[in-house]
């Protein structure tokens, strides 16, 4: 078994919050891949590493572990425009330029969450898309749970600064976009979220913000903080020490932030280039197959977006 040893803290969050026992980890994993092994149409990652990303993501629920990888490799197939952009495309590059979304690489603590920083008013509305932007962020995210133990034991929170954003991107949230966003954030993803904080509000912000908060569930719900351009408040959940120079904190400039990702994606190239013959293929699927229809169907979910 191939599984990095935790430090002490995480590994004892570990114990008390996600029920991980490093007696009966081989046999949880081994669980999981013969499992794998059976579903046609299924073919999944099987590195250790991998599949305790998904058992810590669900607390050790062998069941739920199952329904969180289906769904993960599902969405390939059945959202492909959140997948479709590769590592090696010059539009990575592009996005991962603009610093749209990063991962600061210092946390706040021996168990702390790690913190993702979401700035939209970066990216040209006119020229990207917000799908185009979730798809250069799974990729960094394939790295995140291969590579990061405090977000696949303490979870993720996420800073949504909304600085710059306009009608444009607004425009951009349709209820089918929100609903993609939510599944393959909240469901699919192994990594928990842990609160999310806004700031920078501008008009027209609640509208779009009631739309998404109704498409989560409830723990979720709970964990969305509104600051707007109150940062002495954001400081109270995030250690101002952790973030970018522009935000006040010594972590390191969102230039440098974006450099650092860059050498992670050239480091994790072979791994992120062999990640692209995984998927679902709903056609093989034992039972009835998924579709986009079930999945993302949000007809009733909340009225048609009104920015008038």
């Known amino acids: 078994m191939s599984v ?33 092994s059976k579903q046609p149409h299924l073919v999944a990652r099987t590195d250790d590493q991998w599949l305790v990303a998904f058992l810590r993501g669900c607390k050790f629920s062998l069941e739920k572990t199952k329904e969180k990888i289906d769904l993960f490799y599902s969405l390939r197939q059945l959202a492909p425009d959140m997948h479709n952009i590769k590592h090696t495309d010059p539009i990575f590059e592009e996005i991962l330029s603009l610093g749209s979304f990063v991962m600061l690489p210092k946390v706040g603590g021996p168990d702390a969450t790690r913190i993702t920083l979401v700035r939209p008013g970066r990216y040209d509305p006119d020229k990207y898309n917000i799908l185009q932007v979730i798809a250069v962020t799974n990729i960094l995210m394939k790295i995140i749970m291969m590579n990061d133990d405090h977000s696949t034991v303490a979870g993720c929170s996420t800073i949504i600064d909304l600085e710059g954003v306009t009608m444009g991107h607004f425009l951009q949230m349709t209820p089918m976009s929100m609903k993609k966003m939510v599944v393959i954030g909240q469901d699919a993803s192994p990594l928990r979220m842990k609160g999310t904080h806004y700031l920078n509000t501008p008009p027209g912000f609640e509208i779009v913000f009631n739309a998404m908060k109704s498409l989560l569930n409830e723990k979720n719900k709970n964990r969305l903080f509104v600051h707007n351009k109150n940062y002495e408040a954001l400081y109270q959940y995030i250690p101002k020490d952790i973030l970018p120079a522009e935000y006040g904190g010594n972590g390191g400039t969102t230039e440098e932030i974006i450099d650092y990702w860059r050498s992670k994606v050239k480091e994790y190239s072979s791994f992120l280039e062999e990640d692209q013959k995984y998927g679902a293929d709903e056609s093989k699927r034992l039972g009835k197959p998924k579709t986009s229809e079930d999945m993302f169907g949000v007809e009733g979910s909340f009225r048609k977006l009104d920015f008038d």
């Open 4 to 36: 990095r040893p935790l430090t002490p803290a995480l590994a004892e969050k570990a114990r008390v919050e996600l029920n991980e026992d490093p007696k009966r980890l081989k046999d949880d994993i081994q669980s999981i891949k013969d499992w794998l």
